[in-house]
Structure formats: C-alpha cells, structure tokens
T-cell receptor, first 110, second 114 residues
Framework: DQQVKQNSPSLSVQEGRISILNCDYT??????FLWYKKYPAEGPTFLIS?????DKNEDGRFTVFLNKSAKHLSLHIVPSQPGDSAVYFC?????????FGAGTTVTVRA | DVKVTQSSRYLVKRTGEKVFLECVQD?????MFWYRQDPGLGLRLIYF???????EKGDIPEGYSVSREKKERFSLILESASTNQTSMYLC?????????????FGSGTQLSVL
C-alpha cells in the first residue's frame, strides 16, 4: 500500500509557464519531505526538501509547499525551462527510510 | 567528485540464475539502500543497511538478499532470478540517522530476466 501518492503520471507545460506537481501522503508520522528529479538512464538527484515544521521552502525557481492538515505537498517550478523535462519523485520519511511516490513525468514544450 | 557506482548499467540473465548487483560509495556513508523502479510504482525499497554487516528488510524483500561486508560496498543478490524481477535497480547511500539526509543515487542497473 503506497503511503506516498502522485496521482498525475504526466504534466505538459509551455516554456516560461509554471509547473505544479502534487503529492499526497497517508502516514501522519512523516516529518520530512523531499523532491527528486530523474533524467533517463540516470539515478534520481535531490532537488528540494521541507521539514514538517515549515509550510514553504524556496530555492531559486523551485518552491515546495506543505499542507500538513491535508497531508499534501506541491512543487512549483517557475519559470519552467526545457531542461526541467524529467520525472519528478515525491518522497517522505519518518526515520532514515524514504517512501517514494510513483513519479510525474514533466515535459516542457518550447 | 563524490559518487555511488553501480557495477553494471545493463544486465541480461536467465530465469533461475543467481545474480549479483554491486554498489560502491566513496563518501564514507553509514547508510546504503537498494531500490527498484517500475513504471507506475515509483521507487520501492528492497533492503537497506545502516552499518557494516547490518541489514534491514524494506518493503519488498522477497526473492532478494544483501551483503555488506565493508562500509563502502553493498551487494544485492537474486538467489534465483525470475522474470518479475526484471526492473531498474537503484543503489543509494546517505549519512546519519536523522531521517532527513538526502540520498545519493547511483545511475542504476537495468536488469532483464529472460
């Protein structure tokens, strides 16, 4: 039973516009959340994270929002660039194990 | 440049073969992990190790075993490969036990079992 869910398998967005990726979780013990980005034939790479004591964390073009009451987090990419085309995985932890979502494939159109 | 190295990018094996997937990290990390990635299922944890000779089952350990004889090396073993073990296998490492350490992943091994 997946504890972290990404219900949108794919997202297509025009270059320069905002990409919004969503993630829901069921385990209220999760206290740290991360987003990973994966290009084909490469391992996932860390993108941005947020602790459960915060509701927002920003790093350049990437912002992660956390709504603990709704058990929901989202990743905003503004503006989207062609190099952002990749699979994005949401992950959550309550110890040193991470639980991952199924991923969302983002395609940025020129 | 710190990294996690997986010995093979592509591997083709036959049903019933014993398969070894090797992973080496050069960051002196305590924790090492094996995941498999399947379409629509994301990354699922097979086994992890938080110290030499220590191992813990993840979410899908059936059909797999692991070995960690040295801190830098973590091996995944398929005792008798089956077609449903065809997958992308990803090794990762991290330091500490705080639960918020970022995993560093290898490039993955695409295993096909025929």
């Amino acid at each position: 039973d997946q504890q972290v869910k990404q219900n949108s398998p794919s997202l297509s967005v025009q270059e320069g516009r905002i990409s919004i990726l969503n993630c829901d979780y069921t385990n209220s013990m999760f206290d740290y959340f991360l987003w990973y980005k994966k290009y084909p034939a490469e391992g996932p790479t860390f993108l941005i994270s947020i602790s459960s004591i915060k509701d927002k964390n920003e790093d350049g073009r990437f912002t992660v929002f956390l709504n603990k009451s709704a058990k929901h987090l989202s990743l905003h990419i503004v503006p989207s660039q062609p190099g952002d085309s990749a699979v994005y995985f949401c992950a959550a932890s309550n110890d040193y194990k991470l639980s991952f979502g199924a991923g969302t494939t983002v395609t940025v159109r020129a | 440049d710190v990294k996690v190295t997986q010995s093979s990018r592509y591997l083709v094996k036959r049903t019933g073969e014993k398969v070894f997937l090797e992973c080496v990290q050069d960051m002196d990390h305590e924790n090492m992990f094996w995941y498999r990635q399947d379409p629509g299922l994301g990354l699922r944890l097979i086994y992890f190790s938080y110290d030499v000779k220590m191992k813990e089952k993840g979410d899908i350990p059936e059909g797999y075993s692991v070995s960690r004889e040295k801190k830098e090396r973590f091996s995944l073993i398929l005792e008798s490969a089956s077609t449903n073990q065809t997958s992308m296998y990803l090794c990762a490492s991290s330091s500490g036990l705080q639960g918020n350490e970022k995993l560093l992943f290898g490039s993955g091994t695409q295993l096909s079992v025929l």
